[in-house]
Protein backbone atom coordinates (compact mmCIF):
# COMPACT_ATOMS: atom_id res chain seq x y z
CA UNK A 1 0.00 0.00 0.00
CA UNK A 2 1.52 3.58 -0.52
CA UNK A 3 2.56 5.92 1.44
CA UNK A 4 -0.52 8.08 1.48
CA UNK A 5 -3.31 7.93 4.16
CA UNK A 6 -6.41 6.80 2.57
CA UNK A 7 -9.81 8.80 3.68
CA UNK A 8 -13.37 7.12 3.88
CA UNK A 9 -16.35 9.66 4.76
CA UNK A 10 -19.80 8.21 5.58
CA UNK A 11 -22.25 10.54 5.13
CA UNK A 12 -26.50 9.08 5.68
CA UNK A 13 -29.50 10.26 4.21
CA UNK A 14 -33.52 9.89 4.58
CA UNK A 15 -33.11 9.65 8.02
CA UNK A 16 -30.76 10.35 10.94
CA UNK A 17 -30.06 7.00 13.60
CA UNK A 18 -29.44 4.91 11.09
CA UNK A 19 -26.33 3.58 12.10
CA UNK A 20 -23.60 5.33 10.18
CA UNK A 21 -21.59 4.85 13.76
CA UNK A 22 -21.88 1.22 13.39
CA UNK A 23 -21.50 1.23 9.60
CA UNK A 24 -17.74 3.01 10.05
CA UNK A 25 -16.82 1.12 13.15
CA UNK A 26 -17.77 -2.11 11.15
CA UNK A 27 -15.55 -0.99 8.03
CA UNK A 28 -12.83 -0.19 10.16
CA UNK A 29 -13.45 -3.62 11.76
CA UNK A 30 -12.88 -5.36 8.63
CA UNK A 31 -10.21 -2.89 7.34
CA UNK A 32 -8.47 -3.78 11.13
CA UNK A 33 -8.72 -7.63 10.42
CA UNK A 34 -6.64 -7.38 7.02
CA UNK A 35 -3.86 -5.43 9.42
CA UNK A 36 -4.54 -2.47 8.45
CA UNK A 37 -4.07 0.72 10.72
CA UNK A 38 -7.04 2.62 11.16
CA UNK A 39 -8.52 5.48 13.30
CA UNK A 40 -12.78 6.64 13.06
CA UNK A 41 -13.78 10.48 13.78
CA UNK A 42 -16.94 11.99 13.86
CA UNK A 43 -17.94 15.31 12.65
CA UNK A 44 -21.18 16.11 14.92
CA UNK A 45 -23.40 19.23 12.89
CA UNK A 46 -24.03 21.24 15.97
CA UNK A 47 -23.09 24.48 17.71
CA UNK A 48 -22.09 23.14 20.84
CA UNK A 49 -18.52 22.94 21.14
CA UNK A 50 -19.01 19.18 22.83
CA UNK A 51 -21.86 17.66 23.83
CA UNK A 52 -20.98 17.46 27.76
CA UNK A 53 -23.23 20.01 28.23
CA UNK A 54 -26.02 18.29 26.55
CA UNK A 55 -29.20 16.87 28.70
CA UNK A 56 -28.54 12.88 27.80
CA UNK A 57 -32.25 12.65 26.36
CA UNK A 58 -31.06 15.73 23.98
CA UNK A 59 -28.25 13.79 23.19
CA UNK A 60 -27.85 10.44 24.70
CA UNK A 61 -25.12 9.39 26.62
CA UNK A 62 -21.59 11.46 26.82
CA UNK A 63 -18.71 9.10 26.09
CA UNK A 64 -15.05 10.45 27.79
CA UNK A 65 -11.68 9.74 26.27
CA UNK A 66 -8.60 9.40 28.24
CA UNK A 67 -7.40 12.45 27.49
CA UNK A 68 -10.70 14.44 28.96
CA UNK A 69 -12.24 15.02 25.78
CA UNK A 70 -16.41 15.15 26.22
CA UNK A 71 -17.37 13.10 23.05
CA UNK A 72 -20.52 11.70 21.12
CA UNK A 73 -21.68 8.31 22.02
CA UNK A 74 -20.29 6.78 18.84
CA UNK A 75 -16.96 6.74 19.84
CA UNK A 76 -17.86 4.92 22.27
CA UNK A 77 -18.09 2.15 19.28
CA UNK A 78 -15.11 2.77 17.78
CA UNK A 79 -13.25 1.85 21.04
CA UNK A 80 -15.27 -1.02 21.74
CA UNK A 81 -14.82 -2.53 18.08
CA UNK A 82 -11.58 -1.19 17.45
CA UNK A 83 -9.87 -1.47 21.05
CA UNK A 84 -7.50 1.26 19.46
CA UNK A 85 -8.34 4.34 21.79
CA UNK A 86 -9.58 7.71 20.85
CA UNK A 87 -8.99 11.66 22.04
CA UNK A 88 -10.06 15.06 21.28
CA UNK A 89 -9.04 15.00 17.61
CA UNK A 90 -11.85 12.10 17.26
CA UNK A 91 -14.77 13.92 17.89
CA UNK A 92 -15.34 17.94 15.80
CA UNK A 93 -18.02 19.72 16.26
CA UNK A 94 -19.75 22.90 14.16
CA UNK A 95 -18.94 24.64 17.48
CA UNK A 96 -15.36 23.89 18.06
CA UNK A 97 -14.62 24.79 14.21
CA UNK A 98 -16.10 28.39 14.57
CA UNK A 99 -14.97 29.31 17.88
CA UNK A 100 -11.20 28.14 16.22
CA UNK A 101 -11.76 30.71 13.24
CA UNK A 102 -13.15 33.60 14.91
CA UNK A 103 -10.14 33.24 17.48
CA UNK A 104 -7.98 33.30 14.20
CA UNK A 105 -9.35 36.15 12.98
CA UNK A 106 -9.52 38.09 16.10
CA UNK A 107 -5.89 37.70 16.44
CA UNK A 108 -5.08 38.99 12.92
CA UNK A 109 -4.21 36.09 10.92
CA UNK A 110 -6.83 36.53 7.76
CA UNK A 111 -5.18 39.55 6.97
CA UNK A 112 -7.66 41.51 6.97
CA UNK A 113 -9.69 39.32 4.70
CA UNK A 114 -13.22 38.58 4.93
CA UNK A 115 -13.96 35.66 6.63
CA UNK A 116 -16.51 33.45 4.56
CA UNK A 117 -17.95 29.80 5.23
CA UNK A 118 -16.05 28.85 1.63
CA UNK A 119 -12.95 29.02 2.04
CA UNK A 120 -12.11 29.28 5.85
CA UNK A 121 -14.36 27.39 7.86
CA UNK A 122 -14.63 24.77 4.87
CA UNK A 123 -10.31 24.51 5.46
CA UNK A 124 -10.63 24.87 9.51
CA UNK A 125 -12.82 21.58 8.64
CA UNK A 126 -10.95 19.80 6.10
CA UNK A 127 -7.38 20.34 8.44
CA UNK A 128 -9.51 18.56 11.20
CA UNK A 129 -10.13 15.60 9.08
CA UNK A 130 -6.45 15.21 7.70
CA UNK A 131 -5.41 16.06 11.21
CA UNK A 132 -5.19 12.11 11.86
CA UNK A 133 -3.84 11.33 9.14
CA UNK A 134 -0.68 13.40 9.29
CA UNK A 135 -0.13 11.69 12.31
CA UNK A 136 1.47 8.96 10.20
CA UNK A 137 0.01 6.41 12.87
CA UNK A 138 -3.38 5.34 10.47
CA UNK A 139 -3.22 4.06 6.86
CA UNK A 140 -7.05 4.73 6.74
CA UNK A 141 -8.98 7.69 8.14
CA UNK A 142 -13.18 7.07 8.62
CA UNK A 143 -14.86 10.20 8.63
CA UNK A 144 -18.16 9.96 10.20
CA UNK A 145 -20.84 13.57 9.17
CA UNK A 146 -23.76 13.77 12.09
CA UNK A 147 -26.93 14.22 10.51
CA UNK A 148 -28.43 13.64 7.22
CA UNK A 149 -27.22 15.48 4.48
CA UNK A 150 -29.57 18.43 3.29
CA UNK A 151 -29.42 19.37 7.20
CA UNK A 152 -28.55 23.67 6.75
CA UNK A 153 -25.81 22.31 9.70
CA UNK A 154 -23.94 19.83 7.41
CA UNK A 155 -23.64 21.84 4.72
CA UNK A 156 -20.24 23.43 5.09
CA UNK A 157 -19.20 19.44 6.14
CA UNK A 158 -20.22 18.19 2.59
CA UNK A 159 -18.78 21.23 0.79
CA UNK A 160 -15.48 20.12 2.62
CA UNK A 161 -16.12 16.45 1.22
CA UNK A 162 -16.31 17.81 -2.31
CA UNK A 163 -13.25 19.69 -1.79
CA UNK A 164 -11.10 16.32 -0.70
CA UNK A 165 -12.55 14.69 -3.10
CA UNK A 166 -11.51 16.56 -5.84
CA UNK A 167 -7.85 17.07 -3.89
CA UNK A 168 -7.50 13.46 -3.01
CA UNK A 169 -8.32 12.06 -5.71
CA UNK A 170 -7.92 7.53 -5.11
CA UNK A 171 -7.21 8.50 -1.90
CA UNK A 172 -11.02 9.36 -1.15
CA UNK A 173 -14.27 7.25 -0.62
CA UNK A 174 -17.63 8.19 0.06
CA UNK A 175 -20.06 5.62 1.09
CA UNK A 176 -23.95 7.01 1.95
CA UNK A 177 -26.15 5.14 4.51
CA UNK A 178 -29.57 5.43 3.24
CA UNK A 179 -33.06 3.56 3.58
CA UNK A 180 -35.11 1.18 2.16
CA UNK A 181 -38.56 1.82 3.56
CA UNK A 182 -40.89 -1.61 3.11
CA UNK A 183 -44.39 -0.74 2.43
CA UNK A 184 -46.52 -3.11 3.82
CA UNK A 185 -49.68 -2.56 1.74
CA UNK A 186 -48.05 -2.91 -1.68
CA UNK A 187 -45.63 -5.61 -0.10
CA UNK A 188 -42.06 -3.99 -1.69
CA UNK A 189 -39.28 -1.80 -0.65
CA UNK A 190 -39.14 1.90 -2.34
CA UNK A 191 -35.67 3.41 -3.46
CA UNK A 192 -37.18 6.83 -4.29
CA UNK A 193 -36.35 8.26 -1.16
CA UNK A 194 -32.53 6.58 -1.67
CA UNK A 195 -32.53 8.29 -5.01
CA UNK A 196 -33.93 11.81 -3.95
CA UNK A 197 -30.87 11.82 -1.05
CA UNK A 198 -28.26 10.88 -3.55
CA UNK A 199 -29.56 13.57 -5.66
CA UNK A 200 -29.32 15.78 -3.05
CA UNK A 201 -25.75 14.93 -2.39
CA UNK A 202 -25.03 15.50 -6.41
CA UNK A 203 -26.26 18.38 -5.86
CA UNK A 204 -23.52 19.57 -3.64
CA UNK A 205 -21.24 18.09 -5.60
CA UNK A 206 -20.40 15.05 -4.17
CA UNK A 207 -20.96 11.54 -6.14
CA UNK A 208 -20.88 8.49 -3.55
CA UNK A 209 -18.45 5.59 -4.31
CA UNK A 210 -20.88 3.04 -2.30
CA UNK A 211 -24.03 2.69 -1.07
CA UNK A 212 -24.99 1.28 2.02
CA UNK A 213 -29.00 0.41 2.18
CA UNK A 214 -30.38 -0.15 6.12
CA UNK A 215 -33.77 -2.34 4.87
CA UNK A 216 -35.81 -4.65 6.77
CA UNK A 217 -35.72 -7.01 3.92
CA UNK A 218 -33.23 -8.40 1.49
CA UNK A 219 -32.96 -6.66 -1.68
CA UNK A 220 -33.16 -8.54 -4.98
CA UNK A 221 -30.60 -8.25 -8.11
CA UNK A 222 -33.49 -5.68 -9.69
CA UNK A 223 -33.17 -3.30 -7.35
CA UNK A 224 -29.79 -2.92 -6.87
CA UNK A 225 -29.59 -2.21 -10.36
CA UNK A 226 -32.05 0.16 -10.32
CA UNK A 227 -30.46 1.78 -7.29
CA UNK A 228 -27.23 1.75 -9.33
CA UNK A 229 -28.69 3.34 -12.34
CA UNK A 230 -30.43 6.12 -10.84
CA UNK A 231 -27.56 6.74 -8.42
CA UNK A 232 -24.50 6.22 -10.55
CA UNK A 233 -22.89 3.61 -8.66
CA UNK A 234 -21.80 -0.09 -9.78
CA UNK A 235 -23.85 -2.72 -9.01
CA UNK A 236 -21.53 -4.64 -6.47
CA UNK A 237 -21.54 -0.87 -4.77
CA UNK A 238 -24.85 -1.33 -3.80
CA UNK A 239 -24.96 -2.61 -0.02
CA UNK A 240 -27.56 -4.45 1.54
CA UNK A 241 -27.48 -3.94 5.48
CA UNK A 242 -30.40 -5.46 7.80
CA UNK A 243 -31.22 -4.85 10.54
CA UNK A 244 -29.03 -7.30 13.00
CA UNK A 245 -29.87 -8.95 16.22
CA UNK A 246 -27.04 -7.26 17.77
CA UNK A 247 -24.46 -4.48 16.55
CA UNK A 248 -21.83 -7.11 17.20
CA UNK A 249 -22.98 -8.73 13.91
CA UNK A 250 -22.86 -5.86 11.48
CA UNK A 251 -18.93 -6.21 10.69
CA UNK A 252 -19.72 -10.51 9.72
CA UNK A 253 -22.77 -8.96 7.39
CA UNK A 254 -20.85 -6.74 6.20
CA UNK A 255 -17.85 -9.09 5.13
CA UNK A 256 -20.57 -11.12 3.67
CA UNK A 257 -21.35 -7.84 1.48
CA UNK A 258 -17.88 -7.56 0.42
CA UNK A 259 -18.03 -3.79 1.48
CA UNK A 260 -14.36 -3.75 2.84
CA UNK A 261 -13.37 -5.53 -0.91
CA UNK A 262 -15.16 -2.93 -2.86
CA UNK A 263 -13.75 0.15 -0.18
CA UNK A 264 -9.73 -1.17 -1.19
CA UNK A 265 -10.87 -1.51 -5.09
CA UNK A 266 -12.30 1.87 -4.95
CA UNK A 267 -9.04 3.12 -3.34
CA UNK A 268 -6.89 1.42 -5.68
CA UNK A 269 -5.12 -1.14 -2.30
CA UNK A 270 -4.08 -3.64 -4.40
CA UNK A 271 -2.03 -5.42 -1.60
CA UNK A 272 -3.88 -6.94 0.48
CA UNK A 273 -4.14 -9.64 3.25
CA UNK A 274 -6.89 -12.61 4.00
CA UNK A 275 -9.62 -11.13 7.03
CA UNK A 276 -8.84 -12.58 10.39
CA UNK A 277 -11.81 -12.40 12.98
CA UNK A 278 -10.75 -15.40 15.16
CA UNK A 279 -11.75 -13.23 18.48
CA UNK A 280 -14.59 -11.81 16.84
CA UNK A 281 -16.59 -14.55 16.01
CA UNK A 282 -15.51 -16.52 19.44
CA UNK A 283 -17.14 -13.70 21.44
CA UNK A 284 -20.33 -13.48 18.80
CA UNK A 285 -20.25 -16.85 19.68
CA UNK A 286 -20.34 -17.18 23.29
CA UNK A 287 -22.58 -13.95 23.21
CA UNK A 288 -25.57 -16.27 21.39
CA UNK A 289 -24.70 -19.42 22.97
CA UNK A 290 -25.49 -18.61 27.28
CA UNK A 291 -25.33 -21.23 29.13
CA UNK A 292 -26.60 -19.12 31.96
CA UNK A 293 -28.42 -15.64 32.74
CA UNK A 294 -28.34 -13.76 35.76
CA UNK A 295 -30.74 -10.32 35.60
CA UNK A 296 -28.84 -7.21 37.15
CA UNK A 297 -31.08 -3.85 38.02
CA UNK A 298 -29.53 -0.69 36.54
CA UNK A 299 -30.55 2.05 38.99
CA UNK A 300 -30.61 5.27 37.08
CA UNK A 301 -32.89 8.40 36.76
CA UNK A 302 -32.79 8.47 32.53
CA UNK A 303 -33.95 4.37 32.20
CA UNK A 304 -36.39 5.80 29.69
CA UNK A 305 -33.49 6.35 27.10
CA UNK A 306 -31.49 3.29 27.16
CA UNK A 307 -29.00 5.25 25.39
CA UNK A 308 -28.14 7.63 27.99
CA UNK A 309 -26.10 4.51 29.50
CA UNK A 310 -24.98 3.03 26.12
CA UNK A 311 -21.26 2.20 27.83
CA UNK A 312 -23.01 0.39 30.47
CA UNK A 313 -24.97 -1.86 28.25
CA UNK A 314 -22.40 -2.52 25.96
CA UNK A 315 -19.95 -3.73 28.96
CA UNK A 316 -22.96 -5.90 30.50
CA UNK A 317 -22.50 -7.90 26.93
CA UNK A 318 -18.43 -8.16 27.31
CA UNK A 319 -18.95 -8.91 30.64
CA UNK A 320 -21.69 -11.57 30.01
CA UNK A 321 -19.59 -13.21 27.27
CA UNK A 322 -16.73 -14.37 29.60
CA UNK A 323 -18.76 -15.45 31.86
CA UNK A 324 -20.91 -17.60 29.37
CA UNK A 325 -24.20 -15.62 30.83
CA UNK A 326 -26.85 -13.85 29.29
CA UNK A 327 -27.19 -10.44 31.39
CA UNK A 328 -30.32 -9.09 31.27
CA UNK A 329 -30.53 -5.57 32.41
CA UNK A 330 -33.72 -4.27 34.18
CA UNK A 331 -34.08 -0.87 33.55
CA UNK A 332 -35.21 0.66 37.06
CA UNK A 333 -36.17 4.86 37.72
CA UNK A 334 -34.78 5.79 40.45
CA UNK A 335 -37.99 8.11 40.99
CA UNK A 336 -39.58 5.11 41.12
CA UNK A 337 -38.00 3.44 44.58
CA UNK A 338 -38.66 4.16 47.80
CA UNK A 339 -37.30 1.99 50.87
CA UNK A 340 -41.02 0.30 50.82
CA UNK A 341 -41.26 -1.21 47.53
CA UNK A 342 -37.56 -1.77 47.17
CA UNK A 343 -38.13 -5.92 47.79
CA UNK A 344 -40.77 -6.09 45.77
CA UNK A 345 -38.93 -4.04 42.85
CA UNK A 346 -35.42 -6.02 43.43
CA UNK A 347 -37.30 -9.86 43.96
CA UNK A 348 -35.61 -11.09 40.65
CA UNK A 349 -32.36 -9.01 41.05
CA UNK A 350 -29.24 -10.84 41.31
CA UNK A 351 -27.13 -7.94 41.38
CA UNK A 352 -27.95 -3.90 41.65
CA UNK A 353 -25.82 -1.12 39.74
CA UNK A 354 -26.05 2.56 40.68
CA UNK A 355 -25.74 4.63 37.37
CA UNK A 356 -23.60 7.96 37.39
CA UNK A 357 -25.83 10.93 37.06
CA UNK A 358 -25.92 14.82 38.28
CA UNK A 359 -28.89 16.66 40.09
CA UNK A 360 -30.96 15.91 43.01
CA UNK A 361 -33.90 14.24 40.71
CA UNK A 362 -34.28 10.11 42.23
CA UNK A 363 -31.27 10.66 44.40
CA UNK A 364 -33.43 8.90 47.43
CA UNK A 365 -34.37 5.93 45.27
CA UNK A 366 -30.72 4.89 44.57
CA UNK A 367 -29.84 5.68 48.29
CA UNK A 368 -33.07 3.09 49.24
CA UNK A 369 -31.74 0.59 46.28
CA UNK A 370 -27.86 1.04 47.99
CA UNK A 371 -28.99 0.22 51.45
CA UNK A 372 -31.91 -2.93 50.58
CA UNK A 373 -28.29 -4.20 48.47
CA UNK A 374 -26.14 -3.54 51.25
CA UNK A 375 -28.23 -5.18 53.80
CA UNK A 376 -29.54 -8.09 51.66
CA UNK A 377 -26.32 -9.10 50.56
CA UNK A 378 -26.76 -8.49 47.29
CA UNK A 379 -23.71 -7.84 44.41
CA UNK A 380 -23.27 -4.34 44.11
CA UNK A 381 -21.40 -2.45 42.21
CA UNK A 382 -21.59 2.14 42.06
CA UNK A 383 -20.45 4.25 39.32
CA UNK A 384 -19.47 7.93 40.08
CA UNK A 385 -22.76 9.33 41.30
CA UNK A 386 -23.36 5.47 42.20
CA UNK A 387 -20.63 5.33 44.51
CA UNK A 388 -21.31 8.54 46.13
CA UNK A 389 -25.13 7.33 46.96
CA UNK A 390 -23.60 4.68 48.36
CA UNK A 391 -20.66 6.46 50.59
CA UNK A 392 -24.38 8.67 52.10
CA UNK A 393 -26.17 5.89 52.13
CA UNK A 394 -23.41 4.20 54.82
CA UNK A 395 -23.05 7.69 56.78
CA UNK A 396 -26.55 8.05 57.42
CA UNK A 397 -27.69 4.30 58.13
CA UNK A 398 -24.11 2.82 59.49
CA UNK A 399 -22.47 6.15 60.89
CA UNK A 400 -25.57 7.75 61.96
CA UNK A 401 -25.06 10.98 60.28
CA UNK A 402 -28.62 11.19 59.38
CA UNK A 403 -28.79 14.47 56.88
CA UNK A 404 -25.03 13.23 55.52
CA UNK A 405 -25.41 14.61 51.70
CA UNK A 406 -23.49 15.47 48.70
CA UNK A 407 -23.04 19.49 48.81
CA UNK A 408 -24.33 19.46 45.01
CA UNK A 409 -28.07 18.18 46.37
CA UNK A 410 -27.74 19.63 49.79
CA UNK A 411 -25.57 22.59 49.92
CA UNK A 412 -26.70 23.03 53.72
CA UNK A 413 -26.49 19.78 54.97
CA UNK A 414 -24.12 19.73 58.53
CA UNK A 415 -22.72 16.27 57.14
CA UNK A 416 -21.47 16.69 53.77
CA UNK A 417 -19.77 13.51 53.52
CA UNK A 418 -19.53 14.32 49.60
CA UNK A 419 -18.37 17.77 48.55
CA UNK A 420 -16.85 19.61 46.00
CA UNK A 421 -13.64 18.78 44.43
CA UNK A 422 -11.10 21.71 45.50
CA UNK A 423 -9.83 22.74 41.65
CA UNK A 424 -13.66 23.36 41.32
CA UNK A 425 -14.77 25.84 43.89
CA UNK A 426 -14.48 28.95 41.85
CA UNK A 427 -15.51 27.55 38.40
CA UNK A 428 -18.48 29.76 36.45
CA UNK A 429 -18.14 27.89 33.35
CA UNK A 430 -19.97 24.59 32.89
CA UNK A 431 -18.57 23.53 30.12
CA UNK A 432 -15.40 20.66 29.59
CA UNK A 433 -14.48 22.09 33.55
CA UNK A 434 -15.06 18.93 35.32
CA UNK A 435 -12.51 16.72 36.60
CA UNK A 436 -12.09 14.96 33.00
CA UNK A 437 -9.95 12.03 31.43
CA UNK A 438 -7.87 9.54 32.73
CA UNK A 439 -6.04 9.48 36.22
CA UNK A 440 -4.51 7.11 38.39
CA UNK A 441 -5.58 4.75 41.25
CA UNK A 442 -3.31 3.13 43.69
CA UNK A 443 -5.10 -0.06 44.66
CA UNK A 444 -3.99 -1.85 48.00
CA UNK A 445 -3.14 -5.53 48.44
CA UNK A 446 -6.10 -7.54 49.70
CA UNK A 447 -8.81 -5.75 49.02
CA UNK A 448 -11.79 -7.07 46.05
CA UNK A 449 -9.78 -4.13 44.08
CA UNK A 450 -6.90 -5.90 43.78
CA UNK A 451 -8.33 -9.01 43.51
CA UNK A 452 -10.41 -7.92 40.62
CA UNK A 453 -7.58 -6.02 38.90
CA UNK A 454 -4.71 -8.20 40.01
CA UNK A 455 -2.20 -4.92 40.54
CA UNK A 456 -1.98 -1.97 42.25
CA UNK A 457 -1.69 0.49 39.71
CA UNK A 458 -4.64 1.74 37.47
CA UNK A 459 -5.74 4.00 35.34
CA UNK A 460 -9.43 4.67 34.88
CA UNK A 461 -11.69 7.74 33.47
CA UNK A 462 -13.33 10.29 34.73
CA UNK A 463 -16.25 12.82 34.12
CA UNK A 464 -16.82 14.54 37.67
CA UNK A 465 -17.18 17.64 40.17
CA UNK A 466 -17.92 16.09 43.67
CA UNK A 467 -16.16 13.53 45.62
CA UNK A 468 -15.56 11.92 48.98
CA UNK A 469 -15.03 13.96 52.01
CA UNK A 470 -11.54 13.23 53.40
CA UNK A 471 -12.53 14.81 56.43
CA UNK A 472 -14.90 11.90 57.43
CA UNK A 473 -12.01 9.19 56.39
CA UNK A 474 -11.47 7.98 59.98
CA UNK A 475 -15.06 7.53 60.72
CA UNK A 476 -15.91 5.45 57.58
CA UNK A 477 -12.64 3.49 58.06
CA UNK A 478 -13.43 2.73 62.50
CA UNK A 479 -17.16 1.85 60.94
CA UNK A 480 -16.38 -1.20 58.59
CA UNK A 481 -15.58 0.85 55.32
CA UNK A 482 -12.36 -0.03 53.13
CA UNK A 483 -10.81 2.56 50.75
CA UNK A 484 -9.05 0.78 48.39
CA UNK A 485 -8.33 2.97 45.48
CA UNK A 486 -6.70 6.63 46.18
CA UNK A 487 -5.33 8.96 43.34
CA UNK A 488 -1.69 9.38 44.47
CA UNK A 489 -1.29 12.77 43.51
CA UNK A 490 -4.58 14.25 45.07
CA UNK A 491 -5.60 12.07 47.64
CA UNK A 492 -8.68 11.45 46.02
CA UNK A 493 -11.05 8.09 47.30
CA UNK A 494 -11.12 6.38 44.50
CA UNK A 495 -12.79 2.86 45.28
CA UNK A 496 -14.79 2.34 48.05
CA UNK A 497 -15.60 -1.33 49.32
CA UNK A 498 -17.30 -3.52 52.59
CA UNK A 499 -15.40 -6.71 52.98
CA UNK A 500 -18.04 -8.45 54.97
CA UNK A 501 -20.38 -8.29 52.00
CA UNK A 502 -20.16 -11.07 49.25
CA UNK A 503 -19.70 -8.16 46.48
CA UNK A 504 -20.29 -4.38 47.32
CA UNK A 505 -17.90 -1.78 45.76
CA UNK A 506 -18.46 1.54 44.60
CA UNK A 507 -15.88 3.46 42.20
CA UNK A 508 -15.88 7.34 41.48
CA UNK A 509 -14.73 6.59 38.15
CA UNK A 510 -16.37 5.50 34.56
CA UNK A 511 -15.33 1.75 33.92
CA UNK A 512 -17.70 1.05 31.58
CA UNK A 513 -16.18 3.93 29.14
CA UNK A 514 -12.36 1.16 28.64
CA UNK A 515 -14.23 -2.11 28.23
CA UNK A 516 -13.89 -3.57 24.78
CA UNK A 517 -14.90 -6.51 22.90
CA UNK A 518 -11.67 -7.71 22.97
CA UNK A 519 -10.77 -6.54 26.29
CA UNK A 520 -13.74 -7.04 28.65
CA UNK A 521 -13.72 -4.47 31.95
CA UNK A 522 -12.59 -6.51 34.74
CA UNK A 523 -15.11 -4.95 37.30
CA UNK A 524 -18.20 -5.51 35.45
CA UNK A 525 -16.60 -9.51 34.77
CA UNK A 526 -16.43 -9.85 38.47
CA UNK A 527 -19.42 -8.45 38.75
CA UNK A 528 -21.16 -10.16 37.23
CA UNK A 529 -19.90 -13.39 38.28
CA UNK A 530 -20.32 -12.72 41.82
CA UNK A 531 -24.19 -12.07 40.36
CA UNK A 532 -24.91 -15.59 39.06
CA UNK A 533 -23.08 -17.10 42.52
Known sequence: MSSNTKYIFVTGGVTSSLGKGIIAASLAKLLQARGFTVTIQKLDPYINIDPGTLNPYEHGECYVTDDGAETDLDLGHYERFLNVRTSQANNVTTGRIYQAVIEKERKGDFLGKTVQVVPHITDEIKNRIKALGKTGQYQFVITEIGGTVGDIESLPYIEAVRQLKWELGHDCAVIHLTLLPYLATSGELKTKPTQHSVKLLLEYGVQPDILVCRSEHAINKEIRKKIALFCNVSTDAVIEALDASTIYEVPLLMEHEKLDEIVLKKLEVTTVSEVHLEKWKNFLNKFHNPTKEVTIGLIGKYV?????????????????????????????????????????????????????????????????????????????????????????????????????????????????????????????????????????????????????????????????????????????????????????????????????????????????YKSTVENPHPLFVSFVKAALA
Not at 367 to 383: M, S, V
Not at 467 to 492: H, Q, R, W
Request: aromatic share 8%.
Open 304 to 512: ELKESYKSIAEAFIHAGAVNDCKVKVEWIHSESLTEKNVPVMFKNLQGVLVAPGFGNRGIEGKIAAIKYAREKNIPFLGICLGMQCAVIEFARNVLGLKDAHSREMNPATNSPVIDLLEAQKNISHMGGTMRLGSYACRIEEGTLAHRIYGKTEINERHRHRYEFNNEYTKKFIDAGMVLSGINPDAGLVEIIELPKHPFFIGVQFHPE
